[in-house]
């Protein structure tokens, strides 16, 4: 019979291996050139199976993309959203553009996805990416703005300091 110590101990260490085995799973799945290939792969994935009706060759679908696409910039040209006009739908990319975004997210695509917008409405589309990409560029210029102050470790030590009169 175990002493009630050592069941809580070996309890205890079940629970640290548990959440050990979990965080390495998670980070290997998270790792920047993971996200990166899975963004790729799925960006792919939906352009192909959109073309597939036409029988293309990976040249010509390629060239299909660069004649049909467009891309939607922010104003400060960090991000943009790139659209692949197909007959019935388009294909979104958000890319990041800057150096800085892309090693914050440590990724240079925030997702791909697929819209179903007929041909008529493609400007309302356009319009409301501009909008998200111009909101997003506000709140990072407000975080910017207010920026933030580091007092480092010796500030409360400076503070605190005081010189009394002597006498």
């Known amino acids: 019979m ?3 110590a050592r069941f809580c101990e070996a309890a205890a260490q079940r ?3 548990r959440r050990n085995n979990i965080h390495a799973a998670n980070t290997k ?3 920047p050139g993971a996200v990166l290939i899975s963004a790729m792969l799925e960006e792919g994935r939906l352009i192909e199976g959109a073309l597939k009706h036409l029988n ?3 040249q010509a679908r390629m060239r299909y993309v660069e004649k049909n696409s467009e891309f939607i910039r922010s ?3 960090a ?3 790139q659209m692949v006009r197909l ?4 294909v979104l990319v958000h890319r990041l553009i800057s150096s800085e975004l892309r090693g914050e997210f440590q990724a240079h695509w925030l997702g791909v996805w ?3 917008t007929a041909p008529v409405e493609r400007g309302k589309l356009r319009a409301a990416l501009k909008a998200k990409l111009e909101a997003r560029q506000k709140r990072r210029d407000i975080a910017r703005r207010q920026g933030g102050l580091d007092f480092g470790l010796d500030y409360l030590e400076t503070t605190l300091w005081h010189v009394y009169p002597k006498g």
């Open 56 to 58: 293309l060759s990976f």
């Open 75 to 77: 104003s400060d040209g």
């Open 114 to 116: 697929e819209d179903h």
């Open 87 to 90: 007959s019935n739908r388009q």
């Open 29 to 31: 799945a998270v790792t």
């Open 2 to 4: 175990l002493s009630e």
């Open 15 to 17: 629970a640290v291996d």
């Open 79 to 81: 991000e943009s959203i």
